[in-house]
């Protein structure tokens, strides 16, 4: 085994052994590889690509790089992951939904990157939460609350965590294999039973287009699937906001809403966790219509909204996060309407651009080491082919100061294309199995 001869086998167009592959994941935990050669072996990933079966030994190879979870559990252990868009809060609704159904969620989930949200900066938004806990605690949250939503011990897939860093300052981050191995890596070390992938494709997700978005898709299950873990995917429309807000604090509370049966408020939020959830259990030998009834009955029944209180409450946040919520979550001190320049219909949405919007408020970083203001972001955002007349509110501005929100306005006005179409194409776009 020797790195240069990997990297050369690469560069040459030539597959490396899944030995060869798994050698190199641990040396990239163990340090016997260099930052070099790891920079390396990147940019000939990215310049010729892995073929199937080298994806999926190096994506079991990081996976194998540090710990992974075993569970001895009276239920199956499931999990889900979305390739990041903005408005994307689905997965503080679908853990509890899952736990109330029976399921089994050991989330390890991760922070903002580039314009789109993270699921700990939005969990972080309600005081009192540590989401950095031991294996041991993990399991323990796990077993008794049924979900737990929390960060990657230093154990997890440390070879992702080493590549991934040398990805970001060598510009090789864009690489569907190795795109698929470092998410894949984390996950199946969780030790699931299944996985459900949501691929976002459109304006505001990392994937603008359907045929990138299929072709993530495709590496994902085919790799997941490879590597032991049986997985499909939905390719989802990111054309617009997932959920009808951006920024932590805001996105929790349409969370909330959603769990205390307030659905109507997130329809689209309310619609694809519902598919996500059901096609879970659907993988675990359900029918449609029967997991789609149970998935629905543990949001109206407020069993899902129990199980997030109760996990929050165990990650130190408030006991009384089910019905007192509006009170914990931090507000902004400048709140106002951004309004429409002109009459006619929402016609296009910048996603991308509104998610930078966020963070320019300070609800998202721009350098690692930025502090995040969970209370600033998008409230109220106006769908797709609405009808607007001059001065209707396009959304509501929640910021820090005037200045920044003055800023922000103009901004939003730039993303929202207003004009005479009324486009809006299906949320769920396409079955990956």
């Known amino acids: 085994m020797d790195a240069r001869a990997i990297i050369a086998a690469i560069r040459d167009k030539h597959s490396p052994s899944a030995e060869q592959l798994g050698w190199f994941a641990q040396g990239l935990a163990t340090g ?72 089994y969620v050991p989330m390890i989930s991760g922070r903002g990157l580039g314009h789109t949200g993270g699921t700990l900066d939005k969990l972080e938004a309600i005081p009192g939460i540590d989401i950095n806990v031991s294996e041991q605690r993990l399991r323990l949250l796990t077993r008794e609350v049924g979900c737990a939503i929390v960060s990657a011990t230093g154990q997890i897939a440390p070879a992702d965590r080493r590549l991934y860093a040398i990805r970001d300052v060598t510009a090789t981050v864009e690489s569907i294999d190795l795109i698929t191995a470092s998410i894949l890596s984390k996950k199946l070390a969780a030790g699931l039973g ?100 149970r998935v629905k009955d543990a949001l109206s029944s407020g069993a899902a909204m129990e199980r997030f209180a109760h996990m929050i409450a165990a990650l130190g946040g ?65 769908g797709l082919g609405t009808y607007v007349n001059r001065g209707d509110p396009l959304c509501v501005l929640h910021a820090a100061d005037e200045d920044s929100a003055v800023e922000a306005a103009k901004a939003v006005q730039s993303a929202i294309t207003i004009g005479e179409d009324r486009p809006r194409g299906p949320l769920i776009i396409e079955g990956i199995t």
């Open 318 to 382: 408030p006991p009384d996060m089910a019905h007192d919520w509006h009170t914990h979550l931090p507000k902004a001190p400048v709140v106002g309407d951004v309004t429409a320049p002109k009459a006619g219909y929402v016609a296009a949405i910048d996603g991308e651009a509104l998610g930078l919007v966020v963070v320019g408020l300070g609800g998202g970083r721009r350098v690692e080491t930025d502090r995040i203001d969970p209370s600033v972001g998008l409230a109220e955002m106006i």
């Open 32 to 103: 016997d590889v260099s930052d070099a050669q790891a920079g390396a072996f990147a940019m000939a990933v990215v310049l010729n690509g892995l073929s199937d079966e080298g994806r999926v030994a190096l994506t079991q190879g990081m996976r194998d790089s540090g710990d992974v979870l075993k569970w001895d559990l009276p239920g199956p252990v499931l999990d889900k992951h979305s390739t990041g868009g903005v408005g994307d809060c689905v997965s503080l609704i679908l853990a509890p939904v899952l736990a109330a159904c029976g399921i």
């Open 194 to 293: 299944g996985l459900i992938l949501d691929v976002k494709c459109g304006s505001g997700a990392f994937m603008k287009t359907h045929d990138d978005a299929k072709s993530l898709a495709q590496a994902l299950v085919s790799t997941a699937n490879g590597a032991g873990c049986p997985t499909m995917a939905l390719i989802t429309d990111m054309n617009e906001p997932l959920a009808p807000a951006l920024g932590n604090a805001l996105e929790v509370a349409v969370c909330m809403e959603v769990l205390a049966g307030n659905t109507a408020v997130a329809p689209r939020l309310y619609e694809l966790t519902v598919a996500l959830c059901a096609q879970l259990l659907m993988m675990q030998g359900e029918h449609g219509p029967e997991a789609g009834a």
